[in-house]
T-cell receptor
Framework: SQTIHQWPATLVQPVGSPLSLECTVEGTSNPNLYWYRQAAGRGLQLLFYSVGIGQISSEVPQNLSASRPQDRQFILSSKKLLLSDSGFYLC???????????FGPGTRLTVL | EDQVTQSPEALRLQEGESSSLNCSYTVSGLRGLFWYRQDPGKGPEFLFTLYSAGEEKEKERLKATLTKKESFLHITAPKPEDSATYLCAVRGGAGRRALTFGSGTRLQVQP
């Protein structure tokens, strides 16, 4: 079964600073990868998904971007953070032969 | 557009008091309805996948059922360790690969 790593676990950043969150997956090859954001007490909002290296689909226009430089690495970035970027960011993975989606431990981002 | 609505938003039970959580959905070509458990500050933990009306899945004190319009998560004789937020999600057809989530039900089980 796959294992999803995310870092950092928590991050406090000033408005206008850059962002880089990393997600790596073990135990599966060529997975579909996803970035979600969860606001306090809310459901999960899909931000980006990727079906392969260099292939990124964006679900909502925003201040963020994503990249997939390697098969099992997914990066979420921003050039200039906004207060509204605060939230809990989750990376998820679906193996090619399965339907279930599994989540990493998340990164808590606070923008001040 | 796929939509998922969960109710109630919050539920407080006494230990041993059975109840059900509701997930209503609209989706074009259901390719799976998923239940997750999420503890505070953690990522969601996968519980069940249901694919067709009438299907049921069980795990310990939890039982998930599915109709054409909604799913129920039945909790039998809950314990305090069942306290968590329970999330429901659907995957539709038309090539969409991601899940659409409801906002969850926060369950608190008191000893």
């Amino acid at each position: 079964s796959q294992t999803i790593h995310q870092w950092p676990a928590t991050l406090v950043q000033p408005v206008g600073s850059p962002l880089s969150l990393e997600c790596t997956v073990e135990g599966t090859s060529n997975p579909n990868l996803y970035w979600y954001r969860q606001a306090a007490g809310r459901g999960l909002q899909l931000l980006f998904y990727s079906v392969g290296i260099g292939q990124i689909s964006s679900e909502v226009p925003q201040n963020l971007s994503a990249s997939r430089p390697q098969d099992r690495q997914f990066i979420l970035s921003s050039k200039k953070l906004l207060l509204s970027d605060s939230g809990f960011y989750l990376c998820a993975c679906t193996a090619r032969s399965y339907n279930e989606q599994f989540f990493g431990p998340g990164t808590r981002l606070t923008v001040l | 557009e796929d939509q998922v609505t969960q109710s109630p938003e919050a539920l407080r039970l006494q230990e041993g008091e059975s109840s059900s959580l509701n997930c209503s959905y609209t989706v074009s070509g259901l390719r799976g309805l998923f239940w997750y458990r999420q503890d505070p500050g953690k990522g969601p933990e996968f519980l069940f996948t249901l694919y067709s009306a009438g299907e049921e899945k069980e795990k310990e004190r939890l039982k998930a059922t599915l109709t054409k319009k909604e799913s129920f998560l039945h909790i039998t004789a809950p314990k305090p360790e069942d306290s968590a937020t329970y999330l429901c999600a659907v995957r539709g057809g038309a090539g969409r690969r991601a899940l659409t989530f409801g906002s969850g039900t926060r369950l608190q089980v008191q000893p």
